[in-house]
């Protein structure tokens, strides 16, 4: 597993009529300036504002809490948004802010919306805490309330 991982391979198609080190050479200097100058291509989902910028394009921000960070991420691997955050330091609670790509500012959008369909959701429903509470209540007054016991002999012939 180690050995597989360690060792990668290139495959070069040279035409010519003699190989000679000195073009081998020149065509991996060739191939090495080629994939130093292409961008990488990046995944969908968290990259670091310099990569995104190095990616090229322009890009759009939104402003974002601490905690919510983490939900958002699920919703924007789903739509494959490749975002950056951004840590404003200047303000006494540091706010934070979503870069993104404005050519996906549609796909963005859509996720945002679900997104925070999804928290007010989260907010709207109660607790499971507060819903044993509510039970617990309702079983006290239950008990409290007098009961009447009545037990009858009948003889049944």
């Known amino acids: 597993m180690q050995d597989e991982?360690?060792?990668?391979?290139?495959?070069?198609?040279?035409?010519?009529?003699?190989?000679?080190?000195?073009?081998l050479a020149m065509a991996m200097r060739e191939y090495l300036r080629h994939k130093h100058n292409k961008p990488t291509e990046l995944k969908s989902g968290k990259h670091s504002l310099k990569e995104l910028m190095r990616h090229g394009g322009s890009y759009s921000s939104v402003e974002i809490s601490k905690k919510n960070i983490k939900s958002f991420d699920k919703v924007a691997k789903k739509h494959k948004i490749m975002y950056g955050i951004e840590k404003d330091k200047t303000q006494d609670p540091p706010t934070y802010y979503v870069f993104f790509q404005?050519?996906?500012?549609?796909?963005?959008?859509?996720a945002f919306r679900e997104y925070t369909a999804k928290v007010l959701k989260h907010k709207e429903k109660p607790s499971i805490r507060q819903?044993?509470?509510?039970?617990r209540e309702q079983i006290k007054n239950e008990r409290t309330a007098d009961r009447d016991k009545h037990r009858s002999r009948d003889i049944e012939r």
Request: proline fraction near 0%; charge should be positive.
């Open 131 to 135: 819903k044993l509470k509510n039970f």
């Open 5 to 23: 991982i360690n060792e990668k391979t290139i495959v070069l198609a040279i035409k010519g009529a003699k190989l000679s080190g000195r073009v």
């Open 102 to 110: 404005s050519n996906n500012k549609d796909a963005f959008e859509y």
